[in-house]
């Protein structure tokens, strides 16, 4: 192939224990050739030193803001397809030709299932209903395959949005084309939801969500989330 098959997207906020096993869990799960492309948002952990110095993939740094970070990756993808994922997850194996037989099936984008890395019975809860093809169901952690000429006729990541970005996009994705959601999970870290509480945590997200579904602006809901959230 002339270029790779997947630009996989990954942003990067003070990742650095995370980065040595998902750089790991990349090359020995994918099948084809692909582009890795990190973006960091201004990391103060070392992030951003360790990835210039590791090579065989791209690294750029851009203002914090996963959105502007992940249209910032897209931007400098030379694949045809798009992969975001973040960095506490993985994606399972053959990911990359998993995601190839959807594009060939006709879908423009699509989501794997969840599997929190958690035995707490309401986190397993959240990983089921991964399963369901609801835009109430999707999120970011599922990580997201779109193609990149669909990503961009639809403007891509809404800049304004410093949480709730992924559903954001997704919502908009959902009402332009059929959404795809593949049977295999993707394993998340449940790293917030320790640092929080699991309980606490899913009721302010689903504040959060709530607030942005009956009309609440971007900055409102940023500011909820800095108040409540670690």
């Known amino acids: 192939m002339n270029k790779p098959y997947l630009s996989i997207i990954i942003p990067v906020?003070?990742?650095i224990d995370q980065l040595e096993g998902l750089l790991t869990a990349l090359r020995k799960n994918m099948i084809f050739e692909n582009e890795i492309i990190f973006v960091d948002g201004?990391?103060?952990?070392?992030?951003?030193?360790f990835l210039k110095i590791k090579g065989a993939y791209s690294v750029i740094q851009t203002k914090?803001?996963?959105?502007?970070?992940?249209n910032s990756g897209a931007e400098m993808a030379s694949s045809d397809f798009l992969y975001f994922i973040h960095a506490?997850?993985?994606?399972?194996?053959?990911?990359?030709?998993?995601?190839?037989?959807?594009?060939?099936?006709?879908?423009k984008a699509?989501?794997?299932?969840l599997k929190f890395l958690s035995s707490h019975i309401s986190l397993q809860l959240v990983s089921f209903?991964?399963?369901f093809n609801n835009r109430f169901c999707r999120g970011g952690?599922?990580?997201?395959?779109?193609?990149?000429?669909?990503f961009e006729s639809i403007k891509g990541f809404n800049e304004e949005y410093l949480v709730c970005e992924?559903?954001?996009l997704i919502d908009r994705i959902y009402k332009k084309t059929l959404f795809c959601v593949l049977p295999q999970e993707v394993k998340t870290s449940a790293r917030r939801y320790e640092d929080n509480g699991v309980f606490r945590l899913q009721f302010h997200f689903f504040m959060i969500h709530l607030l942005r579904h009956v009309g609440k602006s971007p900055y409102m809901l940023h500011q909820y989330y800095s108040h409540f959230v670690k």
């Open 13 to 15: 906020l003070n990742e």
């Open 42 to 49: 201004g990391s103060s952990d070392g992030s951003f030193e």
């Open 64 to 70: 914090k803001g996963r959105a502007r970070q992940q």
């Open 88 to 107: 506490d997850t993985v994606p399972p194996y053959g990911f990359d030709k998993t995601i190839h037989q959807a594009f060939k099936q006709g879908y």
């Open 110 to 113: 699509g989501s794997f299932r």
């Open 129 to 131: 209903a991964s399963r």
């Open 141 to 150: 952690d599922q990580s997201l395959f779109i193609k990149k000429t669909f």
């Open 166 to 168: 992924d559903g954001e």
